[in-house]
């Protein structure tokens, strides 16, 4: 009778070690692309200035869109009050000026006696505004 041998099976390694960076990477393109998902549905054109800063990134976003219509973090709000106690509930755990930072946005159309009100009640539910618009060289 022949004898058999037995093989030795190759061991296989998956190389991990650039598994961290991949997933890493997706966590940051799934960060960025959400919040520009978040804001896409939410119709104005912002004012421009030549004298804008960029505005890093906020915990709570208002906006007006083109019709008058008030927006905080993609959600529509029927009034003032409402949009108050929304910016205040989010705004509850923050602890610092950086947590407390609200980025506001505002269509370029919209009057003054519509805006300055939620400026208002962005900064009586303990926000601070940022306020967002493009730069523009005159």
């Known amino acids: 009778m022949r004898s058999r041998r037995r093989r030795r099976r190759k061991v296989i390694r998956v190389p991990v070690a650039s598994m961290g960076d991949i997933a ?61 106690s929304m910016v205040e509930e989010l705004l509850a755990g923050a602890t610092d000026d950086a947590q407390r930072l609200v980025r506001f946005r505002c269509d370029a159309g919209i009057a003054k006696d519509i805006f300055e009100p939620v ?7 303990g ?10 060289e005159y």
């Not at 054109?45 to 800063?53: A, G, K, N, R, V």
């Not at 208002?62 to 009034?79: K, L, P």
């Not at 400026?119 to 539910?125: F, N």
């Open 119 to 125: 400026l208002g009640a962005i900064t009586a539910a």
């Open 24 to 84: 890493f990477l997706l966590i940051i393109f799934f960060m960025i692309t959400s919040s520009f998902a978040r804001e896409a549905s939410i119709r104005l054109t912002p004012p421009t200035s030549p004298d804008l800063d960029e505005v890093e990134s906020t915990p709570v976003s208002v906006s007006i869109d083109e019709e008058g219509v008030f927006w905080v973090n993609d959600d529509q709000v029927a009034d003032l009050d409402a949009l108050e």
């Open 127 to 136: 926000g601070i505004v940022a306020a967002v618009g493009e730069r523009a």
